[in-house]
């Protein structure tokens, strides 16, 4: 059974040939992703407590480990320096000079910031605090139950308002 | 008799494209209430930490144990040898497979995580009975698949009894394992009876032919192919007697349960209502289960008035509400049933529902995806009529009857 | 598995001489930063020569005091959101009145940490685990929110949550679409294996409140530890379980219920 003639499979095929291209020419406007740096360096030698190579690589790896782990076993170390991703938060979810911190959805969160590049979506805080202990969000209206009472559309408002140049101007999540 | 001639649907009739767009319908509001549910949580939903289970979890335990049951035909004829139900085994077999993906996708997409849903085929925990229940799904979609593509491809006609036979047994314990979801639960009054897998099993005979029957009418009605008088009436027969062992078993059940003082309690908020404000599941269970899914059916199908197509559609109509109403009392009702956490106690405080009727009703979007379940099932059927060779080209009683005598003219 | 326990091991000793060579190698000051900062951390996994649970003596817990609730919902991050029908409780007060005697009495219920969970035994996924200490917790990393564990336990012990959750707690992640209960605030427990010193050992949330408060309703404790203060309590003047028909020798354990 044919399912197109010869003249529509033509077609068929420049359509996906074409939107292929679109898709790799739009990459390639995408800007890197600034990284927000950490509170301090754990390490000088290693700047964090693993080398950076190392970490951008395997972080996951790290984490995943870790959290059987304590999980199952309740071993809390920081032998496991780098693995504990309370850690990883303490130091990489920074305050800015206003002593506030990002939300894990917003782009300039540590760890939103690459997963967004890269398009890697991860749950992580749909359960885990994306902030260190006692941190305050930067923006109250980042705070979906507060802004779900008042009824403000809170991404949107993030979006008019940058603050102090803290929140990115316009950059919209996808 | 000839060896039956199988043949494709044709197809191209508005009102197969009609019956198509409507299962679509359905099944993309099932798919707009799982993105609703999920994208807010459960709490959009009336299910909650009393009743955690609801009405998908009724239309998908319903259509799974309706799968098993509609492999019955397919059975009957590989195992137990009647000649007459064989051209009808592909779509018993086709059946099967599309109401359990039915029934699954609707338990799937209740999940709290359904994304997670390759963890569950990855992560066994074996002394659970639910994880032994994907392995049967998984095994029986593989199965019957198996034994489907056997009947189908002449040169494997030859080993598609043992097939059917394999299937079988498969199906007789994947209906235990569903039965012991509930039998296995030590804590709920309602539950925790061995009694529940065979119970479960024999409702699904009745269950799944009932579905069979209305597919099986409605194809050869539509696509005017014949269907042959003495089948209807076999089938028709085969229906009252699954109802009448269902009603057996039920009976059992609850005769078991009221004798135990312990479950008392259960049975009369189950039979009587009492402690239920409003005895929603004593209406359910004798007007739903007992009577429209019991004793109507069995008077239209054993009325010596009655023998045509109608009575018998309404029959199996009222079947699968029975079925609904009984899943309805069992899943719900038996949730609805405080847990006996203080025996010899009331609870006269607590912040957290205890020792108190649950209440629940069905919320729009899980009545929605449960239906969205049943179009799945049936969709897949209607699409797979049409391009695959399922259904023979006639179902007359010369063609498929071997005890088939012509009429003889009067003399 | 021994083999994966042998590895694991050896690469934990590994990542412990690395990070001490390095500690050793580079400023001390920002070492010594951390190490003042740091709380007491576990080293050791949670062993079966533990085995932790609750008393509880109903006779002194009063009919509406809500302190051991308020206090889990604190130290777990808990709020109230959509109702009580479908919020999270990991303790609740409950107050019985006997059918016969007409007697009333008051009592939190919690999960009972049971040796042989039914939460545990019908979890598809093995999420719904038990520790070597007794402690039952939810891996919500593998909880597939199928609410089986709701189903089979008999104590209504478990959650489900119903809606995204915002601003949990660090020591508690808890979110959207996985069932949790009652943790015996394992972060506690870990914490206090790490401590030597005993004074600074902290009881779960719920226990602390009720004893700092002055009610004194509530022991946690070692039951394998002879010389632990509920064991002594037990022995002196017992404690029954709840559904002690079922036979699952759970951790929590009441006197006073009659």
Known sequence: ?174 | MKKPRYLELEGRSFGYYLLLVILGCFIATGLAAFLYMEHEGHWVTRMDNQIVWGTPHVFAVFLIVAASGALNIASISSVFGKAIYKPLAPLSALLAIALLAGGLAVLVLDLGRPERVIIAMTYYNFKSIFAWNIILYNGFFAIVIVYLWMMMERRFNQYSKFAGLFAFLWRLILTTGTGSIFGFLVARSAYNAAIMAPMFIVLSFAYGLAIFNIVVVAAYSWSKRELGAALLMKLRRLLGLFIAAGLYFVAVYHLTNIYITQHHGVESFILLGSGDTNKIYMKVFWLGQILIGGIIPLLLIYAPALKGRTSMILASSLVILGGLSQMYVTIIGGQAFPLEIFPGKEVIESSFHDGVVNAYSPSLPEAMLGLGGVAIALFLVVFAIKVLRILPQSLADREIDPHYSEPQPAA | MSDDQAINRDRRQFFGMTAAMASLAVAPGVFLSQVKSARAVATQAASDQNRWGMLIDTSKCASGCNDCVTACNKENGISGIHGTATDAQWIRKVTLRDKLTGYVQSLPLLCQHCENPPCVDVCPTGASMKRADGIVLVDKHICIGCRYCMMACPYKARSFIHEVLDEQKAVAPRGKGTVESCTMCVQRVDANRGEEDKTKHRDPACVEACNNNGHKAMWFGDLKDPNSEIVAELQKHGGQQLRPDLQLNTGVRYQGIN
Do not use: W
């Open chain 1, 1 to 174: 059974m044919r399912l197109l003639s010869t003249r529509r499979r033509v077609y068929f095929l420049g359509t996906v040939l074409l939107l292929a291209c679109l898709g790799s020419t739009s990459m390639a406007d995408i800007p890197r992703p600034e990284i927000p740096k950490a509170k301090e360096m754990a390490n000088p030698a290693t700047k964090c407590v693993r080398p950076v190579e190392d970490m951008r690589k395997h972080h996951m790896q790290y984490l995943l480990h870790q959290r059987d782990e304590t999980l199952r076993q309740g071993i809390r170390t920081e032998r496991f320096q780098g693995e504990s991703l309370k850690e990883c938060i303490e130091c990489h979810n920074a305050p800015d000079k206003y002593g506030k911190v990002a939300r894990h959805d917003e782009p300039d969160h540590f760890c939103n910031a690459c997963h967004r590049y890269v398009a890697v979506k991860i749950d992580c805080f749909d359960c885990h605090a994306d902030k260190p202990a006692n941190a305050v969000y930067r923006n109250p209206l980042a705070d979906k139950k507060l802004s779900q009472q008042s009824g403000f559309d809170s991404e949107q408002l993030l979006n008019q308002l940058s603050l102090d140049g803290v929140a990115p101007k316009g950059d919209k999540q996808p």
